[in-house]
């Protein structure tokens, strides 16, 4: 399928519809695979110094709508219908994370994705999320 937005879309759709996080998030690229950075700040921290779940769940979760988008173009309303994020280690301190998305399956009503986080420079995941969306109706 051929991409309908690319990095520089997405980001001005984002602005638009989700200015409360836009600014968390950039987008690096647009492809088979949709990568994502989270600018990781103290607003992202538990008690520990480390990267809070909750922030590891927006990061997979806002990587596999941006990567819906981008086939299908603007839909808002896409929403997550069904999600599971596994921790598999604590992401290395003071780095940011970067989220890669890949869609397993895009239809007319429902999207399926997968996600691993890693911290900047580090080869293995800290996280693995599996996204389920529902696409709303055209019209």
Excluded: N
């Excluded at 941006?66 to 994020?85: D, F, H, K, N």
């Excluded at 998305?101 to 997968?114: E, F, H, P």
């Amino acid at each position: 399928m051929e991409i309908a937005m690319d990095e520089a879309r997405l980001a001005a759709f984002m602005e638009e519809e989700f200015p409360q996080v836009a600014g968390d998030f950039v987008i690096e690229s647009v492809g088979e695979e949709l990568i994502v950075r989270l600018k990781v700040g103290e607003l992202h921290l538990r008690p520990g110094g480390t990267v809070s779940g909750p922030t590891m769940f927006a990061l997979a979760d806002v990587s596999v709508w941006l990567a819906i988008l981008s086939r299908i173009g603007p839909v808002a309303l896409a929403v997550t219908t069904g999600a599971s994020i596994d921790f598999m280690r604590k992401p290395a301190a003071g780095r940011d994370l970067i989220a890669r998305a890949r869609l397993l399956k895009l239809g007319r009503v429902l999207a399926v994705g997968d996600v691993l986080i890693f911290s900047e420079g580090e080869a293995a995941p800290v996280a693995r999320s599996s996204m389920t969306y529902s696409i709303p109706p055209k019209g």
